[in-house]
């Protein structure tokens, strides 16, 4: 961090601090007896000065905390949505801060895949639950329309906008369906330039598509044009959505471990293919029978090569004098870690040797999982000398899916001191969220009243205005980060876009749903729930199966969005959904 960074985020918690102690009510001495008359008829009402109905208006506005002033106008509630939006888009600021130390600290796991995914929903999930909290029934009928608001727009936001100009200021030359980290010779090509992922991005935009369920189950009485059920439907569809949130935390938590041993399998597949080639270097290009079948002939001969002092078994010594002569491409492969492969692969009986029978059968084994790799073009089949060419473009395809870099060097920092760190992260975390706590009800209160003065609907207010105060930290963040131009950056930047927008799907819509069942409020959001499903299902259905990304997507995802804000105000104010 900077030396102005640091004075930077220092005056910023000293301004929000200030404005905290501030927060104390403010009071006004009140006439007990008329105010003024006209000197003639005192004691009648025709005789006193009446005030302006203006001010009477304001005298019935409920003030929430007493340091901003109490308003039903237009031009107030603006200001108020302006200084309690910039309040919220701190407190987002300061729990990403505390967020990524307490990352650096602890790294990946329980603190990646449980805690910061639930801080990065916090200020959504704390807007929302005020807004169906506060006033009667009626006001929270009437209010909780802000909460689905938001929780449409972050979503909206996130994969339109945001996933649209992460692809633009990431962008690279594109050539065989991956984008060569920092070369960008070729403009704004709508087909040769772009972005590209690893699978592991894929499979974070297929778990997005799959959050969407418990919208689904919730309107499923509007589509089946049933008004019995619908606060069964609530209930199950609560359910579901906490069983898919924690299922979703476990399964960042494991996916370290999942990531690790789908690399060790890629691993073992390059030992296999050096292994092969070598083999076939010196059995002079020749390991298959002409139908196909391992010439175990010439595999035989083979051992007898390479059994030194020819006693009819191989040691480790003797297999790791053949696997220094071989080449693995594309990794930097360990040579006592690639005999351990194929003593572990070959070594059936368990005795530490590899016999002359076990030899056949495991170059036999692994000549045959060659054979079956996917044909890569012409006629390459397995009665071919191409077969061990296909196998190396699987493997090197797989890889590159799999791994984009060594995330080191994105941490190559190191933490000076921790212990300060940590204390640092924390008081981030505590302050972020005290913030989004105190003032997420005062922001709904002025959303509502400027949609009441403005006759705006509060669904389009927060629509547009809530995401960008509780998601713009995270989409600069994301932007910076994806305009680093390169692979691994890109996957990180749209796995963590798609993650947000899956604890949208889980945890915000787990407290709006606990509020409709619990107050016993009507679900009257079909609208706003078909922009979700749309944007969320195109969006994650193109990133399921493919990891590259020209710039003309980058044109349609944009275009979404005012798409999405059009979609609700025909379906609401043309069809009447609403």
């Not at 196909?292 to 002939?297: A, L, R, T």
């Not at 994301?478 to 930047?493: E, H």
Request: with cysteine.
């Amino acid at each position: 961090m900077t030396m102005a960074t640091s004075v930077s985020s220092h005056r910023s918690i000293f301004l929000i601090l200030w404005i905290v102690i501030l927060c104390g009510h403010a009071h006004a001495r009140f006439f007990s007896r008329d105010p003024l008359s006209d000197g003639v008829s005192a004691n009648t009402w025709e005789g006193l000065l009446r005030l302006p109905s203006a001010i009477t208006a304001e005298s019935s506005c409920e003030q929430t905390y007493g340091f901003l002033p109490c308003t039903t106008t237009v031009i107030g509630n603006l200001f108020l949505i302006l200084v309690y939006g910039f309040l919220m888009f701190k407190a987002a600021t300061f729990l990403s801060g505390g967020s990524e130390l307490l990352l650096e600290i602890l790294g990946p796991g329980i603190v990646g895949g449980l805690f910061l995914p639930i801080l990065g929903a916090l200020p959504d999930a704390m807007l929302i639950l005020v807004s169906g909290l506060s006033g009667s029934k009626e006001t929270a009928q009437s209010q909780v329309s802000v909460g689905m608001g938001l929780l449409a727009g972050s979503t909206v936001l996130l994969l339109t906008i945001i996933w649209g100009t992460c692809v633009i200021v990431g962008k690279c030359d594109i050539e065989n369906s991956i984008a060569i980290d920092s070369r960008d010779t070729r403009g704004f090509h709508l087909t040769g330039s772009g972005v590209s992922t690893d699978i592991w991005t894929s499979y974070a935009a297929r778990i997005m598509v799959i959050s969407v369920l418990p919208f689904v189950i919730v309107q499923l009485p509007q589509i089946l044009n049933s008004t019995s059920g619908r606060h069964l439907a609530v209930l199950i569809a609560l359910i579901v959505s906490l069983c898919l949130l924690v299922a979703y935390c476990l399964y960042q938590i494991f996916q370290p471990w999942i990531q690790k041993r789908k690399l060790e399998y890629i691993k073992h597949k390059h030992v296999i293919l050096g292994f092969l080639r070598h083999l076939k270097e010196r059995a002079l290009g020749r390991l298959l029978k002409d139908n196909g079948e391992p010439d175990k002939e010439v595999i035989e001969k083979l051992f007898s090569t390479i059994d030194e002092d020819q006693d009819g078994s191989l040691t480790h010594s003797e297999l790791r004098a053949l696997v220094i002569g071989i080449q693995f491409e594309e990794i930097d492969l360990d040579h006592d870690d690639a005999v351990k492969r194929i003593m572990n692969d070959f070594d059936t009986s368990g005795n530490q040797l590899v016999d002359r029978g076990e030899f056949v059968n495991g170059v036999s084994r692994w000549l045959q999982r060659a054979q079956r790799a996917p044909v890569a073009s012409g006629d390459a089949g397995p009665h071919t000398k191409k077969f061990l060419s296909d196998f190396h473009t699987e493997t090197k395809r797989e890889h590159d899916l799999l791994d984009v870099g060594d995330q080191s060097n994105e941490e190559a920092e190191g933490i000076e001191n921790a212990k300060w760190t940590s204390i640092k992260a924390v008081l981030l975390l505590l302050l972020g969220t005290i913030i989004a706590a105190a003032f997420a009800d005062p922001l709904v209160d002025a959303v509502d009243n400027f949609s009441e003065a403005t006759s705006i609907p509060a669904f389009f207010i927060s629509f547009i205005a809530l995401p960008l105060a509780t998601n713009s930290s995270e989409a600069v963040s994301a932007i910076i980060f994806a305009s680093r131009d390169k692979r691994q950056t890109a996957s990180l930047t749209f796995s963590e876009l798609y993650g947000a927008v899956t604890m949208n799907n889980v945890l915000c819509l787990s407290v709006f749903l606990a509020l409709v069942y619990v107050r016993g409020l009507t679900w009257d959001f079909s609208s706003e729930v078909l922009v979700i499903l749309v944007v969320c299902i195109v969006v994650g259905v193109f990133a399921s199966f493919r990891t590259v990304f020209p710039l003309w997507t980058s044109i349609l995802a944009i275009l979404l969005y005012p798409f999405s804000l059009a979609l609700v105000y025909v379906l609401d104010y043309v069809f009447g959904w609403s």
